[in-house]
């Protein structure tokens, strides 16, 4: 398996460990594909490892925020924004009316006074900027920082006093916690500078709904929610809707849940892929639409609905196709390391196996 240096992923089920072996799976039955739909992109590791090994690459995420992270990564091909520059953004413009939408809604919930400020403050520099490969390095520094900073990288508690009255255990790294704004771009900006690069390919990144994106590809790779069978399903739009919403960040006002004590904000919450009860129906969907290409879905064996349903859907629309159901094994995930009896499945359709 070859060795490609990969970004540092912090993001609930990044297959950042796994996506070498996933592509050696996929090569090791001399597949025949030249481009690749990653449909439900995440933090784009997939898209970007096809983008290392020469392939068209087309990226789509539901969030905004994550499609901004796509296009820097899997689009664009270079870094053009200096340290000094995101420094800058950081400092208000006098000439300029600031809301305050985070200082005055978020209080005591993410970040601390100072570190809300910062972020109204960054967020709406950014969104002055007329060169898109600088405003998208903004957007992307600004978001891994805001993660890097909470525990367990999520956002679905409003649980700012973890972090500042955290002690020492199990759990925590108090001192990435406390890194200011300034030190962590600086961190960012040498990663998207080492990570930016050209593969003489025309990409793309868009911002569908899995059931809505048109694009289409060679081999569709579907790596969709997963539900665990053992506690409460927490959706991927309440673990990172903070983020989406500084993605949309003039529309947060209208749309804020007060009911909630983590004040969600409700931009791009869907159901699609969200509902246990709904998920073969969806999934059904997408496999159909894509009847003339490679299909590869990654899932876990401890899910609802079952690794096995799933093969079972994917020989039911593929009848004259070949199916190849491949344990890669167990793996911990960062959130669930003492769970022993995880294992990534990778569900294979194709036409084309030699």
């Keep these: 398996m070859r060795e490609i240096n990969l970004p540092v992923t912090r993001y609930y089920g990044s297959k950042r460990k796994l996506v070498g072996r996933i592509w050696s799976e996929i090569e090791n039955l001399d597949l025949a594909f030249d481009s690749v739909l990653d449909l439900f992109g995440g933090t784009a590791i997939f898209s970007y490892y096809a983008k290392v090994m020469g392939k068209k690459v087309i990226y789509n995420d539901i969030f905004s925020f994550n499609t901004a992270i796509g296009r820097k990564l ?106 200011s704004f300034e030190e962590l771009f600086e961190r960012f900006l040498k990663e998207l500078d080492e990570f930016t690069f050209d593969n003489g390919r025309d990409n793309l990144a868009v911002n569908f709904n899995a059931l809505d994106c048109q694009e289409t590809a060679d081999l569709i790779y579907i790596d969709p929610p997963y539900f665990s069978s053992s506690r409460n399903h927490t959706t ?94 167990l793996y911990g995930y960062a959130l669930n390391k003492g769970n022993q009896f995880n294992s990534e499945f990778l569900i294979i359709g194709t036409n084309n196996i030699i």
């Excluded at 924004?81 to 809301?99: C, G, I, R, W």
């Excluded at 709406?124 to 898109?132: P, T, W």
């Excluded at 690794?307 to 994917?314: G, W």
Aim: charged share 25%; glycine share 4%.
């Design 74 to 179: 899997i689009q664009q091909t270079s870094n053009d924004l200096s340290y000094e520059e995101a420094l800058a953004l950081l400092q208000p413009n006098p000439d300029y009316l600031y809301k305050k939408i985070i200082q005055e809604n978020f209080r005591n919930i993410y970040f601390t006074d100072a570190e809300n400020e910062q972020i109204d403050i960054f967020i709406q520099n950014a969104n002055e900027l007329k060169d898109e490969n600088k405003r998208l390095s903004a957007y992307y520094i600004l978001f891994q920082s805001c993660i890097i900073k909470r525990p367990y990288n999520l956002f679905h508690r409003n649980n700012l006093n973890m972090r500042l009255n955290y002690n020492g255990g199990n759990f925590g790294n108090k001192k990435t916690w406390e890194r």
């Design 236 to 329: 991927y739009h309440a673990k990172y809707h903070f983020l989406e919403g500084l993605a949309n960040y003039d529309k947060i006002i209208d749309h804020i849940n007060h009911a909630k004590n983590n004040k969600e904000i409700t931009i791009n919450k869907s159901d699609h892929f969200e509902k246990s009860a709904t998920f073969l129906a969806d999934l059904e969907r997408i496999v159909r639409r894509y009847n003339d290409s490679i299909i590869v879905i990654s899932y876990r064996n401890n899910g609802i609905p079952s690794v096995q349903s799933i093969n079972d859907l994917l020989v039911l629309c593929r009848p004259d196709r070949r199916v190849h159901t491949l344990d890669l094994g």
